[in-house]
């Protein structure tokens, strides 16, 4: 069985061809022809497959599926048998009109249809699919999440092979080293996925050339809830984040940025004698991140100036970077101090190495647990707002935007639940280029629109919510959803409703989480009358509650919104959780605002009208211009890899790359309702875009690239040997690369270099006096996190302070094994100095020049981390590596038997 969504239980209530044709907004050729190619395709139907098996229903299309053209309405009557065999229910008209619709000729890239939730766009789409192949497409069906991507796949897998056609649905790809990952996925006929998995393996493809998508073709794409992927999130896009390093070890500036904060506000709030920051309004707000601004700016200044053993250290190569960050940085650590709230903006929730993590979520759209997606800058404030583990900032090198993706296609389909209003319509046209066609329900609707209630103060909104609920639920023996903007009110009013709704014989149902199988049991049967589901707008796009029908004959569910939405389509996706396949429901929104209800109205059509021209007259051409200048980066990129290039200067150049995206691509945080003003705007900021652009291929694809100068020291420190490159990283550096002195000094033993005894005695000294350095300056930045916990009074966790004690308790580790290996040396020359009477001056230095040519310095043994007696976590092990430093040296030095033989005659030394 397929879904009970497409099972007609009765004919009652639903509309004749003639009914829904007339509420089809097309001339009356184009409803004619519709009418007549229904009637001949029920008439197939009847006359000739109705009492077909399945051979012979197979045996037919085999005979009719070459051609198409002649044969088509002898196809499409052929599905309709086999979903009949296969699922045991009957397609509806409206189904088939539906898809007649996309398949009529026309001069757009496709057709959008809005189609009611529980109409059967699953069927339409898989039928649509179905034509395409037989037509010789690829065709790829783009869901709103992976679960419906599997779900639909392996449900219709059969019904696609009575026609011969693979199907299949994307599957994220876990790195595994040594071996290819399997996209063979991308073989089928049909292919389900959502679009971070679509966009993904595009840029795999594309962009790090690995296998991803390989060559499959952008002929034919199908998206189903296309209003929430092409304008609710339009501006959303795919990034590859890079783990260039380098970025890690900005952890201190998070730290102080997060501390100086504190003390401001504190003293901002005793200056101004006010109780607590939600009293300060938005101007105050912006004159204390300008104060916040200028005391990290004055930081860095008077910590360039400070001592060597006081100062703090941080990539010199990232000043550019930290100076364009510092702002966004004061503006992030404010938004995660008091403005962004768990369960509201984000959860917190384990990862699979059980390390607690912030997930965002998508509140005002569809209420889902964004498990993929990272804030940049803000991520490091919220970790450290709640004592979690700190992660560094990665730089994106490659993204796809979800406009340009739909565009790669040849055809475009979609379907919506709600194509909402005028000026999104006119966006969707715009910008894709498209028909629009609004699809009737196949039953007389029975959803009564209740009068939305506004009251002014919170307690009366209580009582008039709680009110609603009985008088749905328990004096008429209904069910009642209700929608909150963010977790933790549905959370709240739940626990405040509990008992007396529980006592009242009601039943509790808590949906806060798509993520969570336990939460989402009670979707996999009809509800039944006196069920309360506390929900956010997870419940409200896609999600399909079924009612017993007991509950529908007592008028269904009721659903009840307790926000404004933003616009009108998020509140038709709330409203139409009721109401399905022409049950009985109802609706409204009751809300709690000290406006006016008719000036939020009128607030959400000016902000949609605003919304509107951003992304016609900037964004639009903003982010067509970024994948134009992608596009001739990618060229570039390609050709210099033609010439065997090292990998290492390969991803020196995607960093520089990533760098320009980011100095570059700002977001817009100004907006106007006047279309010229964006117009303008773009205009101008067109030619400055695109002199940086070509600046920036300049400066980094130099023509000859055999002294190729390394712009991340980081990179060059990893896994290069070359003296050059490592001395350059050296002099660049302002001793953080403790790498590149480290893995100078295991060449150098290794390749016996002229003079190398002297060298490396000095390496190691260098390297004892940075390590030192760093185990002091972890002291500082626990001197931080202690000062946080504190004004948190300890009510978070201090996963942020185990883990930089493990960072100090390695890095000392080092110390300790850097000095030992320092003293064995100076043992041995001490030795030597004294056999030659050199005793006036024991400085090693200065008699460094007395040692013997032969005098040797092994590496006996390495020690990875790895092989330490105590565990190591993977994200402290990755801090280390990218500083270029993963193991122990053991160095052993020997006395050629000449010298052994000399101090024993002046010592009188015995063998023994």
Same mark, same amino acid.
């Given at each position: ?5 497409? #099972? ?314 930290? @100076? ?365 875009? @695109? ?38 990283? #050296? ?26 005894? #002297? ?71 001490? #030795? ?34 790895? @092989? ?36 024993? @005659? ?7």
């Amino acid at each position: 069985m397929y879904s009970q969504d497409y #099972i007609t239980s009765s004919n009652e209530d639903e509309k004749d061809i003639d009914m829904i044709l007339s509420e089809i907004n097309m001339n009356l050729d184009y409803k004619i022809k519709l009418k007549n190619a229904l009637n001949e395709i029920n008439n197939i139907y009847k006359y000739r497959y109705q009492e077909y098996n399945q051979d012979e229903i197979k045996k037919e299309i085999n005979k009719i599926k070459n051609n198409l053209d002649n044969n088509i309405n002898y196809i499409i009557a052929s599905m309709i048998k086999c979903v009949e065999l296969e699922f045991k229910f009957r397609v509806r008209d409206v189904q088939i009109i539906s898809l007649l619709i996309c398949l009529l000729e026309s001069n757009k890239n496709g057709i959008i249809e809005e189609v009611k939730t529980g109409e059967g766009k699953t069927i339409i789409i898989a039928f649509l699919a179905i034509i395409y192949c037989l037509k010789g497409n690829k065709v790829d069906i783009l869901t709103s999440s992976s679960v419906l991507a599997e779900r639909d796949s392996l449900n219709l897998k059969n019904l696609y092979s009575y026609y011969n056609l693979t199907c299949d649905y994307c599957r994220v790809q876990k790195k595994i080293y040594g071996k290819n990952n399997n996209f063979s996925f991308y073989n089928a006929d049909i292919c389900y996925g959502d679009s971070l998995s679509f966009e993904g393996d595009i840029l795999r493809s594309q962009f790090l050339k690995e296998i991803g998508r390989g060559d499959r073709p952008y002929d034919c794409i199908i998206v189903d809830e296309i209003d929430n992927l092409c304008i609710d999130n339009l501006r959303n896009q795919t990034e590859l984040l890079d783990n260039f390093p380098g970025y890690k070890f900005l952890d201190y500036f998070y730290l102080y940025i997060y501390n100086s904060l504190l003390k401001i506000v504190k003293n901002y709030i005793e200056t101004k004698k006010i109780n607590k920051i939600d009293e300060i309004n938005r101007i105050e707000k912006m004159i204390i991140i300008q104060e916040l601004d200028k005391k990290v700016r004055n930081f860095l200044m008077e910590n360039k100036k400070a001592p060597e053993k006081e100062k703090i250290y941080y990539p010199s190569h990232l000043e550019d970077f930290i @100076e364009n960050r510092i702002n966004g940085w004061c503006q992030s650590a404010f938004y995660a101090m008091f403005e962004f709230k768990l369960d509201k903006n984000y959860i917190i929730t384990k990862d699979e190495d059980n390390n607690a993590v912030i997930q965002p979520i998508d509140y005002s759209n569809t209420g889902t647990v964004q498990q993929n997606s990272v804030w940049s800058g803000l991520h490091q404030f919220l970790q450290i707002k709640h004592g979690l583990k700190l992660t560094g900032e990665n730089l994106n090198s490659c993204f796809l935007s979800n406009l340009i993706f739909f565009r790669l296609y040849k055809k475009l389909n979609g379907f919506t639940g709600t194509l909402g209003s005028k000026k999104t319509q006119e966006a969707i046209i715009e910008i894709y280029n498209v028909d629009l066609i609004k699809i009737p329900t196949f039953k007389k609707s029975k959803f009564n629109n209740m009068k939305n209630i506004n009251v002014s103060e919170i307690k009366d909104f209580e009582n008039v919510l709680l009110n609603a609920i009985k008088n749905y639920a328990i004096d008429n023996n209904r069910s009642v959803l209700l929608i909150f903007e963010y977790i933790f009110d549905a959370q709240n009013f739940y626990n405040l409703f509990k008992q007396k709704l529980q006592n009242a014989g009601l039943k509790l149902i808590l949906y806060l989480r798509n993520d969570n199988e336990e939460e989402k049991k009670f979707l996999n049967t009809p509800i039944e009358p006196k069920t309360i589901i506390f929900s956010t707008n997870l419940a409200g796009r896609g999600t399909d509650i079924k009612i017993n029908n007991n509950l529908e004959k007592n008028g269904g569910l009721h659903v009840i919104i307790t926000f404004m939405p933003r616009n009108k389509r998020i509140e038709y996706q709330a409203l139409g959780r009721a109401a399905r396949k022409g049950e009985r429901g109802s609706g409204q929104i009751i809300m709690q605002s000290k406006d006016s209800y008719e000036d939020l109205i009128k607030l959400q059509e000016n902000e949609e009208e605003d919304e509107f021209n951003y992304l016609i007259y900037l964004y639009t051409p903003k982010i067509i211009l970024f994948h134009k200048f992608f596009d001739l980066f990618c060229e570039k990129l390609k050709n210099i890899k033609m010439k065997n290039v090292s990998e290492y200067i390969i991803d020196d150049i995607r960093e520089q790359w990533s760098l320009f995206i980011f100095n570059n691509k700002k977001n817009d945080n100004e907006k106007s309702k006047n279309k010229n003003q964006y117009i303008m705007k773009y205009q101008l900021e067109k030619k400055l875009l @695109e002199d940086n652009f070509n600046e920036f291929l300049h400066n980094a694809f130099p023509y000859e690239f055999n002294n190729y100068k390394f712009n991340n020291p980081y990179i060059s420190t990893k896994n290069i040997s070359n003296f050059e490159t490592l001395d350059n990283a #050296i002099k660049i550096s302002n001793n953080t690369t403790l790498g590149a002195y480290y893995i100078k000094l295991y060449s150098l033993i290794n390749k016996k270099v002229n003079n190398y005894q #002297i060298l490396s005695i000095e390496i190691l000294e260098k390297l004892n006096e940075l390590t030192k350095h760093f185990v002091i300056q972890f002291n500082k930045y626990l001197e931080l996190i202690d000062y946080i916990n504190k004004y948190n009074n300890n009510h978070h966790r201090l996963d942020l302070k185990y883990q930089t004690i493990d960072k100090k308790s390695l890095m000392q580790d080092l110390y300790n094994n850097i000095q030992d290996n320092l003293n064995k040396i100076k043992s041995y020359k001490n #030795i030597y100095i004294e056999a030659n009477n050199n005793l006036v001056n024991n400085d090693i230095n200065s008699q460094s020049n007395n040692l013997p040519k032969d005098f040797e310095i092994n590496i006996i043994k390495i020690t990875n981390f790895n @092989e330490l007696d105590r565990p190591i976590n993977k994200d402290i092990l990755n801090y280390f590596i990218d500083y270029g430093l993963c193991l122990f040296f053991n160095i052993d030095c020997n006395e050629i038997p000449f010298y052994k033989k000399f101090l024993k @005659e002046i010592f009188i030394f015995n063998d023994n």
